[in-house]
Nanobody, 115 residues
Framework: QVQLVESGGGLVQPGGSLRLSCTVSGSIFRLNAMGWYRQAPGKQRELVAMIFDTGPTNYADGVSGRFTASSDTESNTVHLQMNSLKPEDTAVYYC?????????WGQGTQVTVSS
């Protein structure tokens, strides 16, 4: 069984920062990728950042330069440092782990950017 546990969401003012963390446990080793998606009310889930074991990190255009994803493949953890947050970043953020074509999801953590 695979579990992804996220932490670090909350309420922050515009221009502020938050750091999300996610730990993967269970019967998964040597993941192909780890990253983050988000889903705002009334919108489809969208990619935020994805770190691949081959090296590159992909970022959505709207977060590039403000968000930084990092990972520790030995401990199967991934972080998302979010700076200069905007109201439009408000969403439920989901951690994802990818292995051999299958995606495994966390339960999501709410991020609200509001004054």
């Amino acid at each position: 069984q695979v579990q992804l546990v996220e932490s670090g969401g909350g309420l922050v003012q515009p221009g502020g920062s938050l750091r999300l963390s996610c730990t993967v446990s269970g019967s998964i080793f040597r993941l192909n990728a780890m990253g983050w998606y988000r889903q705002a009310p009334g919108k489809q889930r969208e990619l935020v950042a994805m770190i691949f074991d081959t090296g590159p990190t992909n970022y959505a255009d709207g977060v590039s330069g403000r968000f930084t994803a990092s990972s520790d493949t030995e401990s199967n953890t991934v972080h998302l440092q979010m700076n200069s947050l905007k109201p439009e970043d408000t969403a439920v953020y989901y951690c994802v782990a990818r292995k051999d074509g299958s995606d495994y999801w966390g339960q999501g953590t709410q991020v609200t950017v509001s004054s």
